[in-house]
């Protein structure tokens, strides 16, 4: 049964506004100011012609239906045993067009014309309705934008290769140095704030100095840096077993 479509768009307009049969273009080609036109068209109208149209809407909808529905049509003619091969053809068919979209597309980027495959079979290709004026762009505009725009794929590309927290630890352990200090008394060690982000230390960890760290801060800038020492005191992280809780000692009476 062939329901009359009544939905509007948004804007008020009813679909069929926008379409290939009434304005001879896509609703994206209308956005952008382009139509379809025959590239051997001989009269005074370069526009598509009522053939052109309905072949158009054959490919692109009668196909895609006829693939959709072919158990159905199969089924109704009562030629259900050639289901098979049927629907073996369609997909040799549909490779078939897919490699030759991919050839159109290869064939396009040389030449610039017939976008899509579509569009060499009917002869057809999207123009301007109108003339364009000639938009003159200077050259050191342009060589500009594609300086800028090389250099930004670069550092795109480069920055994240690049280990900004070793750089950072190695630069302060070279600036600032200090001297290690070895734990000898647990007692004496400082439990109140993390030697690396200063707060309260969460599920305190020891490298072997009288600092104590958060477990993720210590993890975090060993991974980032497997020379990573206490910003402190000095003393390195030799070894991941070097990290380990802190121990806590009871004072006697």
Request: positive net charge; hydrophobic residues 40%.
């Amino acid at each position: 049964m062939v329901r009359k479509i009544t939905a509007r768009c948004r804007c008020g307009a009813s679909p069929t506004t926008f379409s290939v049969a009434a304005h001879d273009c896509t609703i994206g080609q209308q956005i952008l100011n382009l139509k379809y036109v025959t590239e051997k068209s001989q009269g005074a109208e370069p526009w598509l012609g009522t053939r052109q149209k309905l072949l158009y809407a054959l490919i692109l909808i009668g196909c895609p239906w006829v693939k959709e529905r072919c158990g159905d049509i199969l089924h109704m003619l009562k030629l259900s045993r050639w289901k098979q091969k049927a629907q073996q053809i369609l997909h040799w068919t549909e490779t078939g067009l897919k490699v030759a979209a991919l050839v159109n597309f290869l064939v396009f980027l040389r030449q610039g014309v017939y976008r899509a495959l579509v569009e060499r079979i009917l002869g057809i290709r999207a123009m301007f309705p109108n003339q364009q004026g000639v938009r003159q762009v200077s050259f050191e505009f342009m060589t500009r934008e594609l300086l800028w725009h090389g250099f930004s794929e670069f550092l795109f590309f480069v920055l994240p290769l690049i280990n900004f927290q070793r750089l950072k630890n190695f630069a302060m352990r070279r600036i600032l140095p200090v001297s290690k200090t070895e734990v000898t008394d647990p007692s004496s060690r400082k439990l109140e704030t993390c030697a690396v982000c200063g707060e309260k230390p969460t599920n305190p960890r020891e490298i072997g100095c009288r600092h104590v760290f958060c477990y993720f801060c210590i993890e975090g800038n060993y991974k980032a840096d497997p020379g990573y020492s206490c910003p402190l005191c000095g003393v390195s992280v030799i070894d991941p077993s070097n990290i380990k809780p802190v121990r806590m000692v009871v004072p006697t009476t």
